[in-house]
């Protein structure tokens, strides 16, 4: 089997991580596999490369075409990709206006298969046929290491309590006030606020072991990637009630789901930095099926079911 991956080559001149991760998987799995990366910015910026990626189809036989997020499944479908699975991410589930429209009329008459990160997703889009898939974690990077050994990679104290915040604080739907403000109301003393952004992602793994908790405070989510890779490395989490993240971590010990409200976040953070103990989050992602591995060979039933 031979597939095409469409996605956005923005960020840092290349696929996000997300993207990068799903793609090796595939790989390891032995399914043939090249990428098209989009250059340019909203709409019009992403339609200039209808062309490109048209002569790239009719250069090379494909039995797969995924795109990842809507805009690139709009390209793919204008470039006659076919058959096209589409992953639509968190950010999708709130198009507007006339792109929203755009995405449902090639969801509908061209997209073989439509993939949703969460089921929470739905509630907005109102998709007539789709399939709930997450995005699944490389557990073979993200894993359990010593908190202070991770600590000294990172040069952070030793002493301090340490809430990981993994996004861009200035992404409005990342909510970062409530992650600020949260602090004022900890009983818990000497806690610090690392911001973990723009740091290289090899890096990640050791944030999130180096962390007392990771602290999601986010408005909206899709399949929330970091939640993921925090249970991999056993970090509590506290999260608002956003994307899967309920649904992941409810069984899970030393982790919790907040209202959005600085005092009851605080109140779940102190609970998890006064129990100064780890998750249980690692064997719940094998058992759930949210390691890479699982989720690849579920993407390629679904490639199967398409050909």
Not at 143 to 156: N, Q
Not at 182 to 194: A, E, H, M, P, Q
Not at 255 to 279: G, H, T, Y
Request: hydrophobic residues 40%.
């Amino acid at each position: 089997m031979k597939v095409l991956f469409v996605c956005s080559g923005n960020k840092n001149n290349g696929a996000s991580e997300v993207v990068l991760n799903q793609y090796q998987s595939l790989v390891k799995l032995g399914i043939e596999m090249d990428m098209y990366t989009i250059k340019g910015k909203g709409f019009l910026g992403y339609l200039k490369n209808v062309r490109q990626l048209k002569r790239k189809l009719k250069k090379t036989k494909y039995d797969i075409v995924h795109a990842h997020y809507s805009l690139s499944g709009i390209v793919a479908s204008l470039a006659y990709a076919k058959p096209l699975v589409v992953s639509l991410m968190g950010s999708d589930a709130h198009l507007k206006g006339i792109l929203k429209r755009i995405t449902f009329f090639f969801q509908n008459k061209t997209w073989n298969t439509t993939i949703l990160k969460a089921r929470e997703m739905q509630d907005h889009l109102n998709l007539t046929s789709y399939v709930v898939m997450p995005n699944g974690v490389d557990t073979d990077r993200f894993s359990p290491m010593d908190k202070d050994a991770a600590r000294k990679v990172l040069k952070f104290n030793s002493e301090e309590k340490i809430l990981v915040f993994i996004a861009n604080p200035e992404r409005e739907e990342k909510n970062y006030q409530l992650a600020v403000d949260t602090l004022t109301y900890l009983r818990t003393d000497n806690v610090k606020l690392i911001t973990a952004y723009n740091v290289p992602n090899k890096e990640i793994p050791i944030y999130l072991n180096a962390a007392d908790a990771l602290i999601l405070t986010s408005i909206y989510e899709g399949s929330v990637n970091v939640v993921k890779e925090a249970m991999a490395c056993n970090t509590p989490i506290i999260s608002t009630n956003v994307g899967d993240v309920q649904e992941n971590i409810k069984a899970l010990e030393n982790c919790f789901i907040s209202d959005n409200n600085p005092k009851e976040f605080a109140a779940k953070v102190d609970q998890v930095l006064e129990s100064n103990n780890r998750s249980n989050g690692r064997q719940h992602v094998f058992n759930l099926k949210l390691d890479s591995v699982s989720v690849a060979n579920k993407l390629i039933e679904t490639y199967k079911n398409n050909l």
